[in-house]
């Protein structure tokens, strides 16, 4: 339930189409939800804009399931993070729509509806081994009702693989870079564009990229000014900042009257 759900709902109650009693009852459960084994944070999508989104290992696949299903019940998409087979077939039993991509590890309950404002975001990784992570950005952006274009295996071992998509990428309202190894790309990246870079390492390398930390460090390092760093293989994480970041331009562009795209630029 999020601020325009709410709003919704009082307007209803302000018209008499709802009674107060009614009105109570759906509000009973903010700001959680006690399961016994989680308290899920059903204000969430009223603080932040989005809601909670269910990070998987650790946990049990029925309680996995336990939580998707009273996420689903007040929230039109939700999404599991970091899910195997298992939590897929345990979710799946008990929300039939429930969708899973083996690639990102993303389970998708519900239709993403359309985002604040029209923005787009361009998910760039260096090489086809940090797909798993590209795709979990692309993935959580999408459910976020967000429009992505990829621009996959352009790291800098082929840098005339990415200038040829320096336009997708400009036309982009905000940039997420992944890579290994290295990590060279997102300076590269932020180097060409004007409009926010976020940087994710992966995990991706032989021994001296000590799992991710040599391009983590590489990317704190960026001669780029302005690139944002989030933690290792946290696709998810930053695509969160970048829904953060659209979702401020089309907060601005309405009071503006301006385009979304030229907030940006």
Known sequence: MDRSAIRRLLDAVQAGNVSVDSALDTLRDLPYEDLGFARIDHHR?????????????????????????????????VLATRADAAAFEAVRGACPAACYDPVSRLIRVGQPLPALGNGTVAVVSAGTSDLPVAEEAAGTLIAFGHEVHRVFDVGVAGLHRLLGHLPTLREADVAIVVAGMDGAL????GGLLEQPVI?????VGYGASFGGLAALLSM????????????I?????????????????????????????????
């Open 220 to 231: 704190l390092n960026s001669c780029a000014a302005g690139v944002a760093v989030v933690n």
């Open 233 to 265: 293989d946290n696709g998810f994480g930053a695509a969160r900042l970048a829904d953060a970041i659209v979702r401020g331009f089309a907060r601005r562009s309405a009071r503006s009257g301006q385009p979304i795209g030229e907030m940006s630029r």
């Open 45 to 77: 999508a009223v603080r932040r804009g989005q809601p909670e989104v269910v990070y998987c290992p650790g946990k049990q696949p029925e309680h996995i399931a336990e939580i998707v299903v009273r996420l689903a019940a007040v929230n039109p998409v």
């Open 186 to 189: 997102p300076s590269v990246v």
């Open 199 to 203: 940087a994710v390492p992966t995990s």
